[in-house]
């Protein structure tokens, strides 16, 4: 994969490598031919995505950067290190972000401050930093979000906050961006197998006899939550990457993508559901 400009490996900055989606999409974009530079807050933790590379055969397209999204030095460090290395950068795939479960009267404001500072801040943060140089690449801005950037989901509020937040950005970005030769797009998987669920560490007990009076509902929600996660609907981190470079690769992308059937249902479910009704039916049922 070369880009036109310079006839060079065509480059792809990744946040979040170094599990789950992110890991995944970085060894297939290298398969596909890219320069995979992907990027985590602790380099440390780069052995699984690198012997991945390696089994794949792709240890020479993948370089590991340090990046921490909520931390603005580090972002504008590591975009400036890629352009002075690489002389160019050609798409970026917003991935990094964390869940919580939680209601808001109980949690408070600091905890939906921070998940709106990694899932939606950093996504900001980061694009804003790579748009000059997507600008000239002709490059492209892909997002991860989630179902629950378009469903608002019981005790997610503040992850599906940041996640609309993020979806809204990106829908407003796409036609301005696209002004000025950059494709925007986002990409919505539903459940899938990564560590997306042990890193939001829930102590289900300790969350349940706090949940006082939501502690039904709670118990209620974990259950359907645990059931999807366990479903056959759910992905692995490989087949929800693969959308992800296939937008990467493709001539055109779309705005929005889901990465599986079940996603573009739920998905479909909500885009015309104009009063709200069968998605509040619909998540009502979950809490039993
Ligand atoms: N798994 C699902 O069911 C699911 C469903 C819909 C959408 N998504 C979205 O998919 C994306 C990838 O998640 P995943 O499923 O692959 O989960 P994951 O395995 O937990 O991966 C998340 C990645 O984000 C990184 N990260 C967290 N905070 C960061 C920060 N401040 N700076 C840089 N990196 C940070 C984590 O790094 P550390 O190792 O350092 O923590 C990890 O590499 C996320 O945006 C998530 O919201 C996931």
């Not at 906050?161 to 979806?167: L, N, S």
């Amino acid at each position: 994969m070369t880009t036109p400009s310079t006839g060079t490996t065509k480059t792809v900055l990744i946040t979040g490598t170094s599990s789950g989606i992110g890991l995944a999409a970085a060894v297939a974009a290298a398969g596909a031919g890219w320069l995979a530079v992907a990027t985590m807050r602790d380099t440390g933790r780069a052995d699984a995505l690198l012997k991945a590379a390696e089994e794949a055969g792709v240890r020479d397209l993948v370089q590991v950067k340090q990046l921490d999204v909520t931390d603005a030095d580090s972002v504008a460090a590591c975009v400036a290190e890629v352009v002075a290395e690489h002389g160019h950068l050609d798409a970026v795939v917003n991935n990094a972000g964390a869940g919580f479960v939680g209601t808001i009267e109980q949690h408070g404001m600091e905890k939906l401050r921070e998940v709106m500072e990694v899932n939606f801040f950093g996504v900001a943060e980061l694009t804003r930093a790579v748009l000059p140089h997507l600008r000239a690449s002709g490059g492209r801005v892909i997002t991860v979000t989630s179902v629950g950037g378009v469903v608002g989901q019981p005790f997610n509020e503040s992850y599906c906050a940041a996640k609309f937040a993020v979806e809204g950005f990106m829908e407003a970005l796409a036609p301005v961006a696209a002004s000025a030769g950059v494709q925007v797009a986002v990409v919505e998987p539903g459940a899938v197998s990564s560590e997306f669920v042990n890193n939001i560490e829930l102590d289900v007990p300790a969350l349940l006899t706090a949940a006082g009076p939501y502690a039904p509902a709670l118990r209620g929600y974990i259950d359907h939550a645990m059931r999807s996660f366990g479903s056959d609907t759910a992905q692995t981190p490989q087949e929800a990457a693969a959308p992800v470079v296939e937008a990467l690769t493709a001539e055109t992308m779309p705005f929005r993508i889901q990465t599986s059937d079940w996603a573009r249902d739920f998905v479909g479910r909500k885009l015309t559901d104009l009063d709200g009704s069968a998605v509040q039916t619909e998540t009502t049922a979950w809490l039993g």
